[in-house]
């Protein structure tokens, strides 16, 4: 490739609603921690709107796009069967000084493993895999973190003869590698994860960059939250959280002297606000996880857009008790009509979780209605830069505990890949009643499926940039 040649792209140009397919130079690399990915998949997601819609300014034109899945085409001289992975790392600190042990950060495996031609799948944020957040889980704020189609990393919406991105650190931070997902990256060893992804076509596996793991994510935050164990462990508040004591063997004594949960304590009841293309992968994710746990729920699932909610209603039908669970109710519902059921449901008490997957304080104010006192709100929605539509009096007042931010989306994938590779009834197909996915495109199409995705007209778009 010479840096003369170009691409067309889709192109976000400020302050809003201003999409251009332009051609552009062919990225090229510049660190040797980069890859070049021949894009064969690019999605438009609902967090795209925010920037669209100008609630989030963008300071210059870049390409759009943080999903993509792709092929690898160049690598920097980083990469190769000789580069220190994690293992051989980490030995080498420990036989060599107790001073490099600690300051020696290890790197990850796929150094040594990546290879050109490799398929790919990029989570929508690079990370390292090497700083303390990465090796603790929190992919999503490595310390050297760009997101996809910002101003500083673009995205993957291009194409053309050539349909590259260029994956990199932006020339600085630390270096570090980019790109995941090939075969022997997901599944952790105890499934065939080759034998698997051959059963999987790439419009589902694009789903890993972004949706499918932020819907697990905010599934398995908003369960795994503190507040949610009395109703989980049936234990009251606080002996719940930690095992018996070992100096109290009297379970009466280790307990509170208090009323004993009913089954209705037990009876989880959640709401979930939002019911795009994340809600949906949120609500599967929920679903499956409490039918795996065999627990008995009501979840309101709510969005103001009539089509989103009849197109929940028809994947809730498809799931079937491996995924849903057979002790249940999942109403699809407008956000008045929720409080109604919400209220019913719980004599008035209020859910136990919202899961607010919208970014946007209207949700927020309908998500402080829903909750119950010690209720969690848990937020995967990207929010703009505005302050909270409550008080810290309100937040004190009703105990309730506020968890926001980005999916570690590296850290998601196996979890994701699993639920992908189950759910393939939801995941599989493009554009039937109940599929997830509503249409795959040619990238010349995209200042139009901007407009109508912003309108709530069409659900989930790919742009396939060789169509
Ligand atoms: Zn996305
Ligand atoms: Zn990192």
């Not at 795209?48 to 899945?69: M, N, Q, T």
């Not at 000789?82 to 796929?110: D, F, G, I, V």
């Not at 057979?326 to 019913?344: H, I, N, T």
């Not at 699993?418 to 249409?439: C, N, Y």
Request: glycine share 12%; charged share 20%.
């Amino acid at each position: 490739m010479s840096s003369t040649e170009t691409m067309l792209a889709a192109r976000w140009h400020p302050p809003s609603f201003d999409i251009r397919v332009e051609s552009v130079p062919i990225p090229q690399i510049q660190d040797p921690d980069d890859a070049i990915v021949k894009v064969t998949l690019a999605g438009l997601c609902g967090s795209d709107l925010h920037v669209y819609r100008g609630e989030i300014a963008v300071p210059k034109i870049h390409i759009s796009g943080h999903e993509f899945i792709g092929e690898i085409i160049q690598l920097g001289s980083n990469y190769g069967p000789n580069a220190p992975s994690t293992e051989t790392s980490s030995q080498t600190s420990t036989e060599t000084s107790t001073e490099t042990s600690t300051e020696t950060s290890p790197r990850p495996a796929l150094y040594s493993t990546l290879k050109l031609a490799d398929k790919v799948v990029a989570p929508f944020s690079v990370s390292c895999g090497a700083c303390a957040p990465c090796r603790t889980g929190y992919t999503s704020r490595c310390l050297s973190s760009l997101l996809f189609g910002s101003p500083r990393l673009d995205g993957g919406q291009a194409h053309d003869a050539a349909s590259w991105v260029g994956v990199h650190t932006g020339g600085g931070g630390g270096g570090g590698n980019d790109v995941e997902v090939g075969e022997g990256e997901v599944g952790e060893g105890e499934v065939d994860v080759g034998k698997l992804l051959r059963g999987i076509n790439d419009s589902s596996l694009l789903l890993l960059s972004d949706i499918l793991p932020t819907g697990v994510f905010g599934a398995k935050q908003l369960l795994g939250h503190p507040k949610m164990q009395p109703a989980l462990t049936g234990i009251a508040w606080p002996a719940c959280l930690s095992p018996p004591s070992t100096s109290l063997t009297n379970t009466q004594t280790a307990t509170p002297a208090l009323t004993p949960l009913t089954p209705s304590d037990r009876l989880i009841t959640l709401a979930l606000i939002g019911l795009g293309p994340v809600g949906v992968c949120a609500s599967i994710a929920l679903l499956d996880e409490l039918a795996r746990r065999g627990l008995p729920y009501k979840i309101v699932a709510i969005d103001l857009n009539e089509g989103r909610r009849e197109k929940m209603r028809r994947i809730y039908e498809v799931i079937g008790a491996d995924g849903k669970g057979g002790d249940g109710e999942f109403v699809v519902a407008g956000p008045e009509e929720a409080k109604e059921v919400v209220r019913r449901w719980t004599a008035g008490v209020g859910c136990n979780a919202v899961l607010e997957v919208v970014g946007h304080n209207s949700a927020l104010t309908t998500a402080y209605e829903l909750v119950r006192a010690f209720g969690v709100i848990t937020s995967v929605g990207v929010h703009a830069p505005k302050s909270l539509p409550f008080t810290g009096q309100q937040l004190y007042d009703k105990n309730i505990s506020l968890d926001f931010g980005r999916c570690p989306a590296r850290a998601m994938i196996p979890d994701a890949f699993r639920l992908l590779v189950k759910r393939q009834d939801v995941f599989g197909g493009v554009g039937t009643e109940t599929s997830l996915i509503d249409r795959v495109t040619g990238i010349g199409e995209a200042t139009e499926m901007y407009r109508a995705f912003e309108k709530g007209q069409i659900g989930k778009v790919l742009f396939d940039p060789w169509k």
